[in-house]
């Protein structure tokens, strides 16, 4: 069974940093590229960053140059480094594969507020 954690949002003042972690169990990991999503209020669900399991990365144009996703194949995790946060990154993250499964987890809050 695929289980998806994801925790380190909060509130943060422009230009603000933050980490988000996501810890992924069951086979998804091993076998896929991940992802983190992002949905925010009224919007649809978009990418934000990618992982291939080898390490190569891509990018949503809007995050480009100020997040980073990485990968620890050894304990199952996928981390997402946000810098220079700004308003509309304000929404709530998810890890999954990419593409994705059908396994959501809950999300993590990020709001971008000063």
């Known amino acids: 069974q695929v289980q998806l954690v994801e925790s380190g949002g909060g509130l943060v003042q422009p230009g603000g940093s933050l980490r988000l972690s996501c810890a992924a169990s069951?086979?998804?990991?091993?076998?896929?590229?991940m992802g983190w999503y992002r949905q925010a209020t009224g919007k649809q669900r978009e990418l934000v960053a990618r992982?291939?399991?080898?390490?190569?990365?891509n990018y949503a144009d809007s995050v480009k140059g100020r997040f980073t996703i990485s990968r620890n194949n050894a304990d199952n995790t996928v981390y997402l480094q946000m810098n220079s946060l700004k308003p509309e990154d304000t929404a709530v993250y998810y890890c999954n594969a990419h593409p994705p499964s059908r396994y959501w987890g809950q999300g993590t809050q990020v709001t971008v507020s000063s």
């Open positions: 069951g086979s998804i990991f091993s076998i896929y590229a």
């Open positions: 992982i291939t399991r080898g390490g190569a990365t």
